[in-house]
Nanobody
Framework: VPLVESGGGLVQAGGSLRLSCAASERGFVNYAMAWFRRAPGKEREFVAATTWNGGTTDYADSVKGRFIISRDYAKNTVSLQMNSLKPEDTAVYYC????????????????????WGQGTQVTVSS
């Protein structure tokens, strides 16, 4: 499995969670990384993404100002800090890697990502 997520769980509205995604190979440091989510009965949607060097990030409007994506190159991980969580943030969160070496901007389109984790459940209670 190229990517493994962790950190999901149950939290009350207004709380915080930190998701982490560990990449299995060192080569992932050259790829844009992103988080997507899928809520019950809904399509998979973009949440946040970052370029290979962390220089450019992008967020869905629904999470701007609340979520932060970051990379740890020593650990070969990408994290998603989620603050001020809302019940509508409830979903399975997936980590993904875009297999384009050192792309200038991260894509927000799921089909552009070649590697995916198994997902981690985030549940926000009201």
């Amino acid at each position: 499995v190229p990517l493994v997520e962790s950190g999901g769980g149950l939290v009350q509205a207004g709380g915080s969670l930190r998701l982490s995604c560990a990449a299995s190979e060192r080569g992932f440091v050259n790829y844009a990384m992103a988080w997507f989510r899928r809520a019950p009965g809904k399509e998979r949607e973009f949440v946040a993404a970052t370029t290979w060097n962390g220089g450019t990030t992008d967020y869905a409007d629904s999470v701007k100002g609340r979520f932060i994506i970051s990379r740890d190159y020593a650990k070969n991980t990408v994290s998603l800090q989620m603050n001020s969580l809302k019940p509508e943030d409830t979903a399975v969160y997936y980590c993904a890697a875009e297999a384009i070496v050192r792309a200038r901007r991260p894509s927000i389109v799921p089909s552009n990502y070649s590697y995916w984790g198994q997902g981690t459940q985030v549940t926000v209670s009201s």
